[in-house]
């Protein structure tokens, strides 16, 4: 049997321990609000064991362990095992390497070192357990709400889990090797197995086996091949000697010519530019006094008149907003002054003085009357005469009356200042009524003297006089004026910039072309034609530019084919080389892939041994496994019914562990999915305790004699809530040493034995 003695956690997530914590034995509560650090000392035992934790989950940096602001963490726990009693200390240090103890505490309390490293404490403490692992810990000794499904959602692992418990943990070893071997010869998918890499090799013995027959191929083909373009190459060679003289001097006749027609095209196009030039010139000049022209007609646009057209726009847009949110602010005076008149109908101040009166008497009245009560139980219980106790108790009895009267009177005297301060409200709110009324009309007035100014304005714009008597109110004239004139004043900078992009374009013409030099240049270019002579061709020769093309090209393609037949018989030379080379290094290739052959199939029939050797273990260990489904079924149905007050009972466990629970409402075995999610909750905890229930009797050698209950209560309501605890007080401690229920739920210290308060990672409580 294994059981936790005593917990010390400093630093440790929250939990920041005075001293060691004792944890007794029956039933213990770890309560606390959330965050106080309830589940850390489950944490915390988890860690002193295994050096792990459940939260977060998977592999975590143990410097995220750290409370925050500390540079250490420490956790030792003592536990007995067989009577004997260990001691682990755990420590990890920021940016340093952790370190651990385990001890076997003496009797006379002197401590024998066992191991001094964090693995070799590890491997000791489960050496200790029974070879018990962490997750094998967790998923028979941990049931907590957050992961009350655990075991179905585990897979194969859940397998392994079972297994162990069942004493089969040489069937998870066998198992385990088998399987590596598996993946040495079939891979996996982050790498490549034994066979895969074998048949890639004798893939690519084949495929060397192919390339050497296709070079053997490919060596009489390139001496054919060499053969043949050798007489061409000589061929080529004969004819580009007959070409080359042709060719010379028609290029040469050609280039005299080309040169002739040359300078006819430039002696046109200089000729053609003189006439452009000319016509360029007078048409920018026409352009210019056009727009010249048209430039006049804006000469008296008021432009500057604009800005105080729009001041005077903007003022009297102002005092219409002031005027209209002054408007709208006393609108809703109006209704908060009608809604306290209509609440202070009927009010009278005098009532009030009465009141705070009634409440002076009051205060008096009270004191007197509890004296009087006293008296009356001192003079009874002394035994004095009865007229004596007799007269206290009925003073007493009046004066309590008479201030029940007097309370009622005083309870209205808070009523009636409420409406004295309304009254207050009502008179302030007028007056801010009357002010209102005053910015409304100053308003207005200054808007009107803003429209006069406007109309002034206007009035002088003798150019747009047609324009501004159309409109109906000097608003809509000064807009439309505004309007004009910008369009008016976009028009005429437009003209402006035409105007002097074009007097830019003639100056630029008139420096672009010399009309004198250009004359002189066209005088030259005609003497330099006149006095040009062509040269001679061979005899018989016409010259034509199809012809030159077609002789160069000719001599072209001959040069290239040439070329090109010299290229191929120096690659094929080279290849020839390289096919003697590849021949000469690859000849045994053959006898490697008969080789290659035979020992793929011998690692095939090895996986075929190998899977076939899994999968008879694996059934084997189904087999063992289905042995404890009827009792897991059994034991959820004693539990059940205690869990969810009678009204579950028969359970169903299908061979992947999935649970059908009889519905009496529906007369029918339903899935565990259909219910609610609370009463599902109820369910896998009785599925969980059965579990630990059912393995127990199979158990190692080594046996924890502990349970840890996280939130079992959570989704459960208050009648179920009472079943659940009714089912840890009385049955649980049958089965286990040692149960801690760690809870936010209230009022469990007056249900369960022992209770251990944390607050802020503290004990502030047990």
């Not at 540079?71 to 003592?78: E, F, G, M, P, Q």
């Not at 179905?152 to 889990?161: A, D, L, P, S």
């Not at 830019?504 to 330099?528: K, N, P, T, W």
């Not at 590849?582 to 052959?597: L, N, P, S």
Request: aromatic residues 4%; charged residues 35%; proline residues 4%.
């Amino acid at each position: 049997m294994v059981r936790l003695l005593s917990l010390y956690a400093s630093n440790f997530k929250k939990l920041k321990f005075d001293g060691p914590l004792e944890l007794p034995g029956g039933v213990s509560v770890i309560s606390g609000l959330n965050e106080a650090g309830k589940s850390t000392v489950l944490d915390a035992i988890l860690y002193a064991l295994y050096g792990r934790v459940i939260r977060p989950p998977g592999h975590v940096r143990d410097e995220d362990l750290i409370c925050y602001g500390a540079d250490r963490a420490v956790v030792s726990l003592d536990f007995e095992i067989a009577g004997r009693r260990y001691r682990v200390r755990r420590e990890i240090r920021r940016g340093k390497a952790n370190s651990a103890i385990l001890d076997e505490v003496l009797p006379d309390g002197r401590l024998k070192p066992l191991a001094a490293k964090v693995r070799e404490v590890t491997r000791a403490i489960e050496g200790l357990l029974g070879g018990i692992s962490f997750s094998e810990l967790v998923s028979s000794n941990v049931v907590a709400q957050k992961d009350l499904d655990r075991l179905i959602r585990e897979g194969g692992e859940r397998h392994k889990v079972i297994n162990a418990f069942l004493n089969l943990e040489s069937f998870n070893s066998v198992l385990e090797d088998l399987n590596e071997e598996r993946k040495d010869l079939e891979g996996t998918p982050s790498r490549p197995g034994l066979i895969s890499a074998e048949r890639a090799r004798l893939e690519a013995l084949r495929a060397e086996l192919e390339e050497l027959n296709r070079r053997r191929a490919e060596l009489e083909e390139l001496r054919r091949r060499i053969g043949e373009l050798s007489k061409e190459r000589e061929d080529l060679r004969s004819r580009l000697r007959e070409l080359e003289p042709l060719r010379a001097a028609l290029a040469k006749y050609g280039e005299a010519l080309a040169e002739r027609e040359k300078l006819e095209a430039e002696l046109e196009g200089k000729r053609e530019l003189l006439r452009s030039h000319e016509l360029e010139i007078g048409a920018l000049e026409e352009r210019i006094r056009s727009a010249e022209a048209e430039l006049a007609g804006y000469g008296d646009l008021p432009l500057g008149e604009a800005p105080r057209i729009r001041q005077a726009l903007e003022a009297i847009g102002e005092f219409e907003r002031r005027r209209a949110e002054a408007e709208e602010r006393a609108r809703g005076l109006e209704g908060e002054i009608e809604r306290l008149e209509r609440e202070l109908e009927g009010f009278d101040p005098a009532e009030l003085k009465r009141a705070r009166e009634a409440r002076r008497r009051l205060g008096q009245y009270f004191p007197i009357a509890i004296a009087l009560m006293i008296l009356f139980a001192f003079s009874f219980a002394l035994g004095a005469p009865p007229i004596l106790w007799s007269i206290a108790l009925a003073l007493g009895l009046l004066l309590a009356l008479k201030g029940l009267s007097l309370s009622r009177l005083a309870k209205r005297a808070d009523l009636a200042e409420g409406l004295l301060g309304k009254e207050a409200l009502l008179m302030n709110k007028r007056s801010e009524l009357s002010r209102l009324g005053e910015e409304m009309a100053r308003a207005l007035e200054d808007a009107g003297r803003a429209r006069l100014e406007l109309r002034g304005i206007l009035s002088a714009l003798k150019r747009y006089a047609p324009l501004i008597s159309s409109e109906s109110s000097p608003e809509l004239a000064a807009e439309r004026v505004l309007e004009r004139l910008s369009e008016e004043g976009i028009a005429k900078e437009g003209l402006e910039s035409m105007l002097k992009g074009l007097r830019e374009s003639l100056e630029d013409a008139m420096r672009r072309v010399d009309a004198l030099a250009l004359q002189s240049e066209i005088e030259a270019l005609e003497e330099r034609l006149s006095a040009m002579e062509l040269p001679s061709l061979p005899e018989g020769v016409r010259f034509s530019k199809a012809l030159l093309e077609a002789v160069s090209k000719e001599r072209d393609d001959a040069k290239a084919r040439l070329e090109r037949v010299e290229a191929s018989i120096e690659a094929y030379e080279e290849r020839m080389r390289e096919d003697e080379r590849y021949i000469a290094e690859h000849g045994g290739v053959e006898g490697a892939v008969r080789d290659q052959e035979a020992k793929l199939r011998e690692l095939e029939r090895r996986l075929r041994i190998v899977k076939a050797a899994m999968e008879g273990i694996e059934a084997t260990a189904e087999a063992l496994r289905n042995r404890v489904r009827p009792s897991v079924e059994r034991y959820m149905g004693q539990i059940l019914p205690k869990l969810t007050s009678g009204r579950y009972k028969a359970v169903l466990l299908d061979e992947s562990f999935g649970i059908k629970v009889w519905d009496p409402d529906a007369g029918e075995f339903r899935p565990k999915d259909v219910f609610s999610g609370g009463t599902e909750d109820q369910f896998l905890l009785a599925m969980r305790l059965a579990f630990a229930l059912s393995l127990m009797p199979e158990a190692k050698g080594i046996k924890p004699d502990f349970l840890f209950l996280d939130e079992p209560l959570g989704s459960s309501d208050e009648v179920r809530r009472s079943g659940i605890i009714e089912y840890i007080a009385s049955e649980l401690p049958r089965l286990f040493g040692q149960i801690f229920v760690i809870s936010h739920v209230g009022g469990l210290e007056e249900l369960l034995p022992n209770v251990v308060r944390l607050e802020d990672g503290r004990v502030v409580g047990r």
